[in-house]
């Protein structure tokens, strides 16, 4: 007991907070992770990482490999999250209205990059529930800012703004999102785009549900980025039921 109290009396005194644990705000949570499409963005590595996370946040994850997913009504309705990460590729009418009428309903929306702002090219009423739609990186792979446009925000508190090397997305983009990070392309690879500010981190809704994007996430290592790993999992978690 003495040996307790001494302990507790050393913590105090070096300033350091005994402070109880928190729960995750995603503990039992039923989060779909549907993934798939263009390779080239390592749907499958995305996947297992946001998944191996959301285990370690006590969540309920259920991995799918399938927009079929989206159709099984009784599943769609027991979700509080949906997380796409499928690039281009296709799905039905009938699997584009699953997904639709759940966010509607009030299930969350998350993603990143190419694989919730460049899946479905041909789906109009997918563009309109996320809020924005890649047409182009100009250069490829290039060195730009990220900045902080909305400072207060429970998604970007505190993250400062940060450089990367990787796709500078130029997105077309509903005027409903709530911006909370943008670039500034500097018109090296196409001149007429210099100064051009494009939303890089946004949230919406549609219907009842919140949707949450971040433009960042072309290649495994950029999750690396504290930045851009902290604005993906608050997102995630801001977009939750
Ligand atoms: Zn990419």
Redesign the pocket.
Known sequence: MKKLIFVFLLLQFSGIKIIAQQPSTLEGKNILVVYGGWKG?QPEIFATKIADWLKTQHANVILSESTASYTDTELMDSLDLVIQHITMSKMSARESSGLSRAILNGVGLAGC??GLGDSFRNDTEFQYMVGGQFVKHPGGQVDYQVTITEKEDEITKGIRDFNLHT?QYYMHFDPLIEVLATTRFSGEHDAWIEGVEIPVIWKKPYGKGRVFYSALG?SEDLFEVSEVWTLMTRGIEWATK
Do not use: M
Request: charged share 20%; hydrophobic share 0%; aromatic share 0%.
């Open positions: 963005h990059h190419g796709e072309h």
